[in-house]
């Protein structure tokens, strides 16, 4: 921290967890949470990440915790890309600025970082049923302590929320759900009216009086009784909403300001000394970016910034050097759509992160943003494609994770002809282990039906969208990494690749590397430091994981003393294909070395990407030092080395 910082943050800097909040006279909250807002925009300003979400949650987050005795009451964050001022707030305010970055903090909330977190969250719209059963399981322990969920009303168009809705108001567990309602209005008007009856409506005398009411009303006949409670919500529902929520269980307050102090705290204090009764619901309105004019002003609040510059707001965005994946399927996917009326495109609330905001622009009527339903999402495609319409669910893998039994039961067992564009392939950098597209190779490989393929270059993934539209025999997927190209030679339009087939790239003799994906730049640089040890090296580019290209792997196996099968996802992918064959026609009873490189068994935390794929010995050194190993040659001298450890065998420069 500056040192003007420093001078602009003196309660702050008396503040390093919630229990020293808790000592601030009330009337000292308005200045903290003034200077705690200053705080987060410093620290996303070196660090990057989530800026506008936590913005937005400031005064909730110096409420929370000042009325609730956290830790030992849960606080669990919905997605939590809005934890930063609650980092800061609960003992982690020295360690802010190193937010996302290797070996720091993570930006999501994380079980292993802190006793404050009591869920770890990066997906959305869990908080909700990870807070009823912190609640089932207080209660059956006898213990008291309150259990409070905050959702954004972005994650409330997940079905997850609902189901834990109701779920929640049938087993009528003591628990808090906290609306922040800052995307969408779905509020009737906030004012002093409103945060007046608010306050009523959730204080402990209302409810007792409504208690003993209701007590009296068991003694009129049951018609009465009905109209009597019927009467009660729906005047209420009048003057606040909220008649969803009381139908689903929940006692409904609000809506109220989430930025004025002098409104939340006298509503979370009566929440706080309920006793017993239905769940209750608080719907706060609040702001994204609220208290930084350039977030205010931005058309997505500053949701995730890189670095840069508080004054002007100005980001420091590196020059790209070469298309970006993204950047290309947007453009793929529109030359198709504008040559076969029948593309359509769907993704689930990433129009930006997918590309697909560049389509909307050129075909408005035919982009569908369902929300955060993935699961809905691939079933929406699955009808599509029942009707002759060319569906692509542009998803990330680690999103699509949330569809797999529609992708299973709805796609796969009908054998519908649905694109899966499948993006932020492999390692993902700062957003971590929550984002990272490790399984998608695996999981949709065990299916009968899909077609999968992988572009090792943005000429690739361009034929590739092509390939994919122009096929009508079943369900087929690509797949493609985060970031940049290899700037390789771009096509003017995507051809029609065969199916089942990949392509050599770089003849050799000696040893062969079969990539599949993102990681064949690596493998032309490993087999240019092979051939110059005198090592000939074949690289092939296999395109294709189902079908594989048989004929390929089988002259790979035949023609190499040693055969590198990469790629980035974990075990059971692309590599269990090739070696199920070699075995299967004898291939590897000869003496072929094959080693297969694939994501480590073990979760890889936030960090460059660089970095994660050293971490995941993926890089060009590793892929040389394996092949040196099959071979028996020493390194002696060389950039990597093998590391030992654990019984298993990694490979790490030196």
């Known amino acids: 921290m500056t040192q003007q910082a420093e001078r602009n943050r003196p309660l702050l800097d008396r503040v390093a967890t919630p229990a020293d909040l808790r000592r601030l006279p009330e009337t000292d909250l308005r200045q903290l949470a ?19 979400a936590g913005l937005g949650v400031v005064e909730l987050t110096t409420a929370i915790h000042y009325v609730f005795n956290t830790p030992d009451d849960k606080l669990i964050w919905d997605v939590s890309h809005q934890c930063y001022p609650h980092k800061i707030l609960t003992g982690r305010k020295d360690r802010i600025r190193t937010l996302r970055q290797g070996g720091g903090l993570s930006g999501f909330t994380s079980r292993a970082e802190s006793d404050y977190d009591p869920f770890g969250a990066a997906h959305s719209s869990t908080s909700i049923s990870a807070g009823l059963g912190f609640a089932v399981g207080r209660d ?49 008007p906030v004012g002093a009216m409103s945060a007046y009856l608010s306050r ?25 009784r009905e109209a009597a409670r019927r009467a009660e919500e729906y005047t209420r529902g009048l003057f606040t909403g909220g008649t969803l929520f009381e139908e689903m269980g929940f006692y409904y307050v609000g809506p109220i300001d989430g930025h004025n102090l002098d409104h939340l705290l006298p509503v979370l204090r009566n929440v706080r000394d309920t006793e017993g009764g239905a769940p209750i619901l608080i719907h706060c309105v609040t702001q994204k970016g609220k208290g930084y004019e350039p977030a205010e002003g ?58 697909l905001d560049k389509f909307a622009q050129k075909f408005p009527d035919r982009m569908f943003d369902v929300g955060i339903a993935e699961q809905h999402a691939v079933t929406f495609c699955a009808g599509l494609a029942c009707e002759g319409m060319k569906p692509f669910a542009a998803i990330y893998s680690t999103f699509l994770q949330r569809a797999y039994d529609q992708v299973v039961h709805d796609v796969a067992i009908q054998n519908l002809p649905v694109r899966f564009a499948i993006d ?27 077609t999968l393929m992988a572009a090792g270059d943005e000429a690739e993934l361009m034929h590739m969208v092509a390939t994919a539209a122009a096929y009508d025999d079943g369900p087929i997927a690509v797949r493609y990494p985060r970031g940049e190209g290899l700037g390789v030679e771009m096509p003017a339009r995507g051809e029609l690749l ?28 490993a087999a240019d430091e092979l051939a110059a040890r005198g090592l000939s090296t074949t690289v092939a580019d296999a395109r294709f994981a189902k079908p594989l290209d048989r004929d390929l792997v089988r002259r790979l196996a035949k023609e190499h003393e040693v055969l590198l099968t990469v ?17 299967e026609e004898g291939l590897l009873d000869h003496g072929l070395k094959i080693r297969p490189m694939t994501l480590p068994d073990r979760f890889i935390d936030h960090d460059k990407p660089e970095q994660q794929y050293e971490a995941a010995a993926l890089n060009a050194c590793h892929m040389v030092a394996r092949a040196l190993e099959a071979l028996g040659i020493a390194n002696d001298g060389a950039s990597t080395e093998v590391v030992r450890s654990a019984g298993r065998t990694g490979y790490r420069a030196v």
């Open 34 to 52: 003034d200077e705690l807002r200053a705080e987060v925009i410093d620290a996303v300003s070196v660090t990057g990440g989530h800026l506008g």
């Open 424 to 450: 932020r392939a492999g390692m993902v950098g700062a957003d971590g282990v929550t984002h990272q597209g490790s399984y998608d190779v695996t999981y949709l490989g065990t299916l009968p039906n899909f």
């Open 298 to 355: 931005a058309a997505d609040k500053y949701h995730g910034v890189a670095k840069f510059d508080v004054v002007t707001g100005k980001q420091a965005k590196p020059t790209p050097q070469a298309p970006s994946y993204t950047g290309t399927f947007a453009q793929a996917l529109i030359q198709e759509a504008e040559a076969d009326a029948r593309v359509m495109a769907v993704t689930a609330a990433m129009p930006g992160g997918t590309g």
């Open 498 to 525: 065969e199916i089942g087939k990949g392509r050599i790239v770089r003849e050799g003799s000696k040893v062969a590397i079969l990539s599949y994906g993102g990681r064949l730049g690596e493998a032309y640089r």
């Open 200 to 224: 009523i409506l959730s204080s402990r005398s209302y409810r007792s009086v409504r208690g003993a009411m209701r007590d009296l009303s068991h003694q009129f006949p049951r018609p009465v």
């Open 140 to 188: 059956y322990k006898g213990a008291q302590n309150q259990v409070i969920s905050v959702i954004g009303d972005g994650a409330m168009s997940a079905g997850m929320a609902y189901e834990a809705l109701n779920n929640a108001g049938t087993l009528r567990s003591r628990m808090v759900v906290i609306l922040n309602d800052n995307d969408m209005s779905i509020a009737p």
């Open 567 to 583: 790629e980035e996802g974990a075990i059971g992918g692309f590599a269990t294909q090739v070696l199920t064959l070699l075995a």
